[in-house]
């Protein structure tokens, strides 16, 4: 049984110097929990509802009123309470809540509570992080995800110099987290060097640390990706292959065609051009090759991809249950990006995870384009065995916090395989 003895929260920084929410909780034994919460920029329209203040602090991204609701009614109900299970505790935020989109009191402020809580019952039962998510799963044991790390970032996350947002590199799943990193390190130096050479300019990243250059057309960014394998000693296709992340929603039309750069296709061009760089490329996943509202054409997306490529939900599901059952129920996709902040707690991301794996979905576990030096994310990879990891490039703290936790797991458990 834990007791909640204290909860406390405040402002902190993400790595775009946007304003989210560090919280602490502390049991009756004196255990604490420290954690921060992420925050996207390319989210998707069915995610739960960050409480942002709207006002003039920070151009309205201020988060004061999601930690006083924390500091407040949350503490104030939950002190002295006492849980048995995660998922007790996450069925109790969503009843003071009462909100199907946690609007009332912020999803961004009860996704503090949940993770604050792992933390705090990982350190309580005296287990690894991770050994405490694998406990939350009934069947699962903890695994090393496969890296997906952005080599080029468009889109959102970038100045929109092309419309699809990250190509990505995958090391093959045989090599480890550490041999993994060096082969990217390599690729990404020869690609800064490429396009130091072509652009005459020095390598800016974007969001999430990956290169922005003045790509003219998406299709360059996995040419050049390509160049730049091949450039570093690697085989495509042997070593490391690539997954892509369209995030079509940002550029479908009102009338439900694509802006892909200076081209307007159609659903069906879309994907036969995304079908055609499946096939040319050993693309591992495609990941929101369609928008969010596109239910009608993503099963045909998918049977093109067929067995070449994973068709990797995120926008379109946002890690929702009911966004997930009917994907299944349609066959609009096979695999799952799982992001615990689009849904709000850990639990209803245990069903969509559960959800997604009775289907015989492959699931991504994915850090936000807004991160902060938390590690969590790699614990949660590992404990619920995610078949990949997408956290970003190699170049910024915040995204090295996750990969060097990682790297410490890999360390410290060598028998946990992949
Ligand atoms: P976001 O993007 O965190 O800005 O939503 C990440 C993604 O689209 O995968
Ligand atoms: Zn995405």
Redesign the pocket.
């Known amino acids: 049984m834990i007791a909640i003895k204290a909860v406390d929260a405040w402002e902190i920084l993400d790595s775009r110097g946007r304003p989210t929410i560090a919280a602490t909780l502390v049991l009756d034994d004196g255990t604490t929990g420290t954690v921060s919460v992420?925050?996207?920029?390319?989210?998707?329209q069915a995610e739960a509802k960050e409480l942002r203040d709207g006002d003039r602090r920070f151009r309205g991204l201020s988060c004061q009123r999601a930690i006083n609701h924390i500091r407040g009614p949350i503490a104030a109900a939950l002190i002295h309470e006492t849980f048995e299970t995660q998922d007790q505790l996450d069925a109790w935020l969503l009843q003071l809540d009462g909100t199907p989109d946690k609007s009332r009191l912020g999803a961004n402020a009860l996704l503090a509570i949940s993770l604050g809580f792992a933390r705090a019952a990982a350190a309580y039962h005296h287990l690894e992080l991770f050994e405490y998510f694998a406990s939350l799963l009934p069947d699962v044991s903890p695994r090393l995800p496969a890296m997906t790390i952005n080599l080029f970032s468009g889109g959102?996350?970038a100045s929109g110099q092309v419309a699809i947002?990250?190509v990505l590199i995958v090391p093959s799943s045989t090599s480890s987290i550490a041999d993994g990193l060096a082969q990217m390190y390599d690729i990404y130096q020869e690609a800064a060097a490429i396009l130091h050479r072509r652009y005459q300019a020095p390598a800016l990243t974007a969001?999430?640390g990956g290169l922005a250059p003045p790509f003219k057309k998406s299709a360059q960014m996995l040419e050049t990706a390509a160049e730049a394998i091949r450039a570093a000693g690697y085989e495509l296709g042997q070593q490391v292959r690539l997954a892509v992340?369209l995030?079509a929603s940002h550029f479908v039309t009102s009338a439900g065609l694509y802006q892909l750069d200076q081209e307007t296709l159609s659903p069906e061009a879309l994907i036969d051009t995304v079908g055609s760089w499946a096939r040319h490329y050993p693309i591992v996943s495609i990941?929101?090759g369609l928008s969010e509202d596109d239910w009608a054409h993503w099963p045909a997306l998918r049977r093109k991809l067929g067995d070449w490529s994973l068709t990797l939900a995120?926008?379109l599901t946002c890690t929702n249950p009911t966004r997930i059952e009917r994907a299944i129920d349609t066959g609009a996709a096979n695999a799952l990006?799982l992001?615990v902040n689009q849904i709000g707690t850990l639990t209803e991301a245990k069903q969509a995870y559960l959800l997604a794996r009775s289907a015989g979905w492959r699931v991504s576990v994915?850090?936000?384009?807004?991160e902060t030096e938390d590690n969590w994310l790699a614990d949660l990879a590992v404990g619920w065995a995610g078949d990949f990891i997408?956290v970003g490039s190699i170049t910024q703290s915040e995204r090295l916090a996750k990969y060097n936790r990682l790297l410490q797991i890999e360390h410290t458990h060598p028998l946990l395989g992949k």
């Open positions: 992420p925050s996207g920029a390319s989210t998707g959102k996350h947002q990250d969001d999430e992340d995030a990941e929101d995120d926008d990006l992001k994915s850090a936000r384009s807004g997408k």
